[in-house]
């Protein structure tokens, strides 16, 4: 997704800085990380506040297997539900999700 298209997804929050980070990009609000994207596909910040509300839109949160015996390591973002990932008005609470639990990682 290119930078144009990811500023329209996040018209709605606001504007947003994009910076290069992990081989893809970080998308900010407000200098608070709300979402990554990484090998093209684009992920919203969430914690233990928000997951549940992810989980139940049918996200599925990253993971990797870690090089350290081979555990599965669980990151805080998680995919786009369904619908928001084409309309900048079905994005926006879930922008303001990942805004939010970007300013409760801060603190």
């Known amino acids: 997704m290119d930078n144009d298209a990811i500023g329209d997804l996040f018209a709605g929050l606001g504007p947003v800085s994009i910076r290069r980070m992990f081989?893809?990009?970080g998308?900010?609000?407000?200098?608070v990380i709300v979402a990554i994207e990484i090998r093209g596909e684009l992920m919203l910040k969430a914690?233990?506040?928000s997951a549940p509300d992810f989980a139940a839109?049918?996200?599925t949160q990253w993971t990797y297997t870690g090089s350290r015996h081979?555990?599965?390591v669980a990151m805080p973002y998680w995919t786009v539900p369904?619908?928001?990932l084409d309309d900048p008005d079905e994005m926006t609470p879930w922008a303001r999700k990942?805004?939010?639990a970007g300013l409760?990682?801060?603190k």
């Not at 998308?27 to 200098?31: G, P, Q």
């Open 104 to 106: 409760r990682a801060g």
């Open 98 to 100: 990942a805004y939010q």
């Open 47 to 49: 914690d233990a506040e």
């Open 23 to 25: 081989g893809g990009k």
């Open 57 to 59: 839109a049918g996200c």
């Open 70 to 72: 081979g555990k599965l």
């Open 82 to 84: 369904d619908g928001a």
């Open 27 to 31: 998308i900010y609000f407000n200098n």
